[in-house]
């Protein structure tokens, strides 16, 4: 199988090359479904989770897919070459590693950002019994965001007043007001959502099942859709006045970043997946960073998400303008070029290997 082939043109097969290296390898699969949703075709949906390795070992290294659904097709392919490849050979005794294959089915296999919900994943590990976070800014905008129409007078004149918010206030503050999360608009972009949702719930049984009881859990959780072609960013997750953020530098190199210093490409972000960790495993040394894969430009990708959503409020339209967005947010998370591709694959089996180098593993 070569690099290319890792890659795959659906969640369905992406699924059925995960469960096959898996199973190649001898590797016993657990299997969550999501008794929530379905697939385009009424197929089942799952997230699925190998371990390499004896239960609780010393040090875990935890490797995540699909959170943002349809950047999965990114996240999978990764996974599905570290089985293929055997770099879990790399593994100590004293060490194991988890892939979690898919935490958001529904947005892999419909080709969307969010869950089944329309909640972004990675807003909705926040405390949900207490008042959710403001976000004044995304208020704001959020009509311009989800125009009336999409190939009209509303989405030109809504293009227009965000143009203008951009070149009056920056770029970044524009993007911060959209990404950060919000918990106003059920419909809008970047929703953190009312409650713990499906793939929360299982996020947290996934580390209470496989994660508990190790000292040292590592988390390398994979996206796409900021930043440089084919580049992967190493983005620190978790609190960064802790010693977290100076290990996974001393891991991972000087180009790792952090939203909360303004040095990453993604602006600061609230109630996403690493937090699970912190609120699950208690005194376990945590080190957890995102992996973010850059694809095309940042306007691209914000117009991608906007059409995505804007679908998603007015779903009967004509199949030529849903199959055209559906193409449009594909391509905004995912490059289907043997360039990028091996991009991908090169920068991913780097940052594994440093990952478990920091968990002690010198062969790598």
């Known amino acids: 199988m070569s690099v290319r082939e890792y890659f795959s043109r659906s969640y369905v097969e992406a699924r059925e090359k995960f469960l096959m290296t898996s ?27 190998v371990q390499i390795g004896p239960d609780r070992t010393d040090a875990v290294l935890v490797v995540m897919s699909g959170t943002h659904g349809v950047e999965g097709f990114c996240g999978s392919a990764c996974q599905t070459g570290y089985l293929r490849e055997r770099v879990y050979e790399e593994l100590l005794p004293t060490m194991s590693m988890v892939l979690v294959h898919a935490i958001n089915p529904y947005g892999f296999a419909h080709l969307r950002r969010v869950n089944e919900d329309n909640v972004d994943i990675n807003r909705n590990f926040i405390a949900h019994r207490q008042p959710p976070p403001q976000n004044i800014a995304y208020d704001e905008i959020h ?90 960013e190493p983005i620190f997750r978790g609190r960064f006045l802790g010693d977290g953020y100076s290990r996974a530098r001393q891991w991972y190199g000087e180009d790792v970043t952090s939203s909360e210093d303004e040095t990453s490409t993604s602006t600061r972000i609230t109630g996403n997946v690493a937090s699970a960790l912190d609120q699950e495993l208690g005194e376990a040394e945590l080190t957890a ?46 490059c289907d070029t043997d360039e990028w591709k091996e991009l991908v694959w090169k920068r991913a089996v780097e940052i594994l290997c440093r990952g478990l180098r920091g968990l002690k593993s010198s062969r790598c």
């Open 23 to 49: 199973g190649e390898a001898g590797l016993e699969i657990k299997s969550y479904l999501n008794p929530f949703a379905s697939g385009p075709s009424g197929e089942d949906l799952y997230t699925d989770v």
């Open 143 to 232: 009509h311009l965001l989800i125009p009336s129409d999409w190939c009209g007078p509303g989405r030109a004149l809504a293009d227009q007043e965000i143009a203008s918010a951009i070149a009056s206030q920056g770029q970044r503050v524009i993007q911060a007001a959209i990404t950060a999360g919000q918990y106003s608009h059920a419909d809008g972009l970047f929703y953190g959502g009312s409650h713990p949702v499906w793939s929360n719930r299982t996020w947290r049984r996934i580390i209470r099942e496989y994660l508990t009881g190790h000292r040292r859990v590592a988390l390398v959780d994979l996206h796409s859709g900021l930043g440089s072609y084919g580049y992967g």
């Open 289 to 334: 960073i995102t992996l973010e894969f850059g694809t095309v430009a940042l306007p691209i990708v914000l117009n991608a998400l906007r059409a995505d959503h804007w679908l998603h409020v007015h779903a009967e339209q004509p199949a030529p303008l849903r199959d055209q967005i559906k193409a449009q947010i594909r391509d905004a998370f995912y």
